[in-house]
């Protein structure tokens, strides 16, 4: 049963958090999360943040773009494809932790040499050397505890050079239960329905965002975005 509370933060565990998660039902899920991830225009709001935070460096000819749980890459096969612009170069570079995920990604990525796939955990002492200019979290901080969500951010923009787009669930109990609804009816994995919940009630209140953003003492652009996510921009000052 999954439980779901408005004033706190679940500490349920998805299924897909295990770095072993692999094989059919795994295939199935991410295709299950691209679908729904279009469907709901998750992939515009972290790119449209990518564009703002580019804007900002006008003068620069080469970003490095960071994917945190870039999952089988979709979102970098996005930028890769959008953010083409006459004279700027870009390295794009996704990490996760599940090393059966990074040969998924590498191989629906076999178009895309400029798209590199590491096999990582954001908490080892190996991403203490990992830098880039812009980092993307598109629906990764919720997997987290709140102290490590802390912890993570701190890292993240010691390690960027422009900023951190932040793509993320809004803890509303109004999707909660449309989620439950409409994914009996379009969502074909069992995984894919309870991980949609459990992210759902491991989501941020607005509130809980700001609080992250005035311990790190940075310069931020926090807002609402179509269905029930945060687009959070943090540059670097």
């Known amino acids: 049963m999954i439980h779901f509370s408005s004033k706190y933060r679940s500490h349920q565990q998805e299924l897909m ?64 494809e959008s953010l083409k612009a006459k004279g700027i170069r870009f390295k794009f570079i996704g990490l ?64 960027t050079k422009v900023g951190v787009v932040i793509n993320d669930l809004e803890r509303s109990r109004i999707a909660f239960v449309l989620f439950k ?12 329905r309870n991980d949609g919940l459990i992210s759902i009630a491991r989501a941020f209140k607005i509130k809980e965002l700001e609080a992250f953003s005035r311990q790190l003492h940075a310069k931020h652009h926090l807002a609402w975005k179509w269905a029930f996510r945060y687009q959070w921009i943090i540059e670097k000052i």
Request: some cysteine; aromatic content about 8%.
């Open 17 to 80: 958090d295990d770095f072993e998660f692999q094989g059919a039902e795994m295939q199935a899920l991410l295709g299950d999360l691209r679908r729904i991830n279009k469907w709901l225009g998750g992939n515009h709001t972290t790119l449209n943040g990518v564009r703002k935070l580019m804007s900002k460096r006008e003068a620069q000819d080469e970003f490095t773009i960071l994917d945190l749980g870039c999952g089988d890459g979709e979102m970098l096969r996005v930028c890769a």
């Open 96 to 159: 996760d932790a599940n090393r059966h995920i990074i040969e998924e990604a590498r191989r629906r990525s076999e178009a895309y040499p400029g798209i590199e796939f590491i096999t990582m955990d954001v908490f080892s002492e190996e991403f203490e050397t990992v830098e880039c200019d812009i980092a993307i979290c598109s629906l990764f901080l919720h997997h987290f505890t709140d102290e490590q969500v802390e912890v993570l951010l701190k890292k993240l923009y010691a390690r």
């Open 181 to 192: 609804i409409v994914s009996t009816l379009f969502v074909r994995t069992k995984t894919a």
